[in-house]
Antibody, heavy 118, light 107 residues
Framework: VQLVESGGGLVQPGKSLKLSCSAS????????MHWIRQAPGKGLDWVAY???????VYADAVKGRFTISRDNAKNTLYLQLNSLKSEDTAIYYC?????????????WGQGVMVTVSS | DIQMTQSPASLSASLGETVTIECLAS??????LAWYQQKPGKSPQLLIY???SLHTGVPSRFSGSGSGTQYSLKINSLQPEDFASYYC?????????FGSGTKLEIK
């Protein structure tokens, strides 16, 4: 299993960014996927989940601003970040649900940094 | 939202010791809980799910227990690679909240 995030960078408050997570080594379409973030020096913060059938759930802090999606043909997970705020600055990780429970984040990418600053 | 209160925030221990980390949920989560380990500069790794089931490849010195609102992670015979941060996670309902973490350091 390999997960590789991309698309991070420096962005101004109020702007948008789209993160990608390229998956390999497993049948991508069969698994739920998550985005989790970690602000510098802080703990883990769950962001969003998309099921294998594309049902979605979001954390309250990002609901209405972020959109999780997936393209099973491209084995790729996305996170569209809109109306970015300074408090969205973090490393963003994608993770795959474990084989046993959807909430168990069994495999993680290396993370991508998003910095929101003017 | 379910709040996860983790203690202690930090812990110093020696090689070979046994340590326990606690996690208190704000409501009954029916054993739907996971534990993760994160080393500095690395991605977190799943250790335990369903409160006590060991994830694939996790050494047997790690164990989880608890029920209702109170859960714990026990690490027997600490090894050098165990010094890291640990997080619990609610899996019962979204948002899938994490505890604030416990940093385990070498004494």
């Amino acid at each position: 299993v390999q997960l590789v995030e991309s698309g991070g960078g420096l962005v101004q408050p109020g702007k948008s960014l789209k993160l990608s997570c390229s998956a390999s080594g497993f049948t991508f379409s069969s698994y739920g996927m998550h985005w989790i973030r970690q602000a510098p020096g802080k703990g883990l913060d769950w962001v969003a989940y998309i099921s294998s059938s594309s049902g979605t759930v979001y954390a309250d802090a990002v609901k209405g601003r972020f959109t999780i999606s997936r393209d099973n043909a491209k084995n790729t997970l996305y996170l569209q970040l809109n109306s970015l705020k300074s408090e969205d600055t973090a490393i963003y990780y994608c993770a795959r649900s474990s084989n046993y429970v959807y909430y168990g984040l069994g495999y993680w990418g290396q993370g991508v940094m998003v910095t929101v600053s003017s | 939202d379910i709040q996860m209160t983790q203690s202690p925030a930090s812990l110093s221990a020696s090689l070979g010791e046994t340590v326990t980390i606690e996690c208190l949920a704000s409501e009954d989560i029916y054993d739907i809980l996971a534990w993760y380990q994160q080393k500095p500069g690395k991605s977190p790794q799943l250790l335990i799910y369903d409160a006590s089931s060991l994830h694939t490849g996790v050494p047997s010195r790690f164990s989880g227990s608890g029920s209702g609102t109170q859960y714990s992670l026990k690490i027997n015979s600490l090894q050098p690679e165990d010094f890291a941060s640990y997080y619990c996670q609610n899996g019962l309902s979204a948002p899938l909240t994490f505890g604030s973490g416990t940093k385990l350091e070498i004494k």
